[in-house]
């Protein structure tokens, strides 16, 4: 695979925790998640559509935005299965700029976050809980790995957080109830609203959609069960 680098946003107030924050892009995805809606950063055919944007572009308009942004949040698609490109942008970010770096992963390449982590190439981490473990294999990925992305990430002195998207065929009580086990470290968990308004990667799927109310009760569950403060996002 060559530079995978697809997509740069210049300031986002919503990506990254308690910063204003750049967004970068990273095509390519090892999971097939039908409610997913970065689909041209996912599917091989359309992610060949984009133009690559190289990684000198990427660290020119960070520092053209440093006086008013303080941190830069990688997402994709998947950043972590291109962890070379990954490493070098990070390095790159780390000794010219000063922005605090997070990291968006669904928590596949354990090994690649440990190595960042060691480097000192992050600062904050968002992983993804999609379904329950035992469902994810509807998503063609596994949640084992995750395991050991948890615990790099416990063992590490950066803050994470885990982050699930309220689709309602993916995520109901009993999905909740087998992920409880896995919360513990983060910082928090946000339990975000899926919104069923975009091109999806299976839009013939029929996935359901929360209202406010169905997803505090989901919120109110998780928090009787789990130590780390829940935060409703998007309702
Ligand atoms: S892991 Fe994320 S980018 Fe990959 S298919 Fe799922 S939702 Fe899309």
């Given at each position: ?18 910063r ?8 390519g ?11 041209d ?32 949040v ?18 790159e ?14 928590g ?54 885990i ?27 946000a339990?975000q ?10 839009p ?16 109110s569950f ?14």
């Open positions: 695979m060559g530079p995978m680098i697809k997509g740069f946003r210049g300031m986002s107030l919503v990506d990254f925790p308690g204003l924050a750049a967004v970068v892009f990273f095509g995805c090892n999971f097939r998640c039908p409610f997913c809606y970065n689909v950063l996912v599917l091989p055919q359309r992610l060949s559509q984009l133009e690559d944007i190289p990684s000198e572009r990427i660290i020119e308009e960070l520092k053209a935005r440093e006086n008013f942004i303080s941190g830069v990688i997402t994709g698609g998947e950043p972590t299965l291109q962890k070379n490109l990954l490493r070098v942008l990070l390095e970010i780390r000794s010219e700029t000063s922005l605090a770096i997070k990291l968006d992963t669904n596949s390449q354990p090994g690649v976050i440990e190595s960042l982590l060691e480097e000192n190439l992050l600062d904050y981490v968002a992983l993804d809980f999609k379904t329950s473990p035992s469902r994810y294999p509807e998503l063609k990925g596994h949640f084992q790995p995750l395991e050991e992305t948890l615990s790099v990430l416990r063992t590490s002195q950066i803050p994470f957080e982050r699930i998207t309220a689709v309602p065929y993916f995520i109901s009580q009993r999905e909740l109830e087998e992920l409880i086990p896995y919360f513990d470290g983060a910082c928090l968990v339990l609203r899926f919104m069923n308004e975009y091109d999806r990667l299976a013939e799927m029929e996935l359901g959609l929360y209202g406010p109310e169905e997803l505090k009760e989901l919120a998780l928090k009787e069960k789990i130590s780390p403060p829940v935060e409703l996002r998007n309702v």
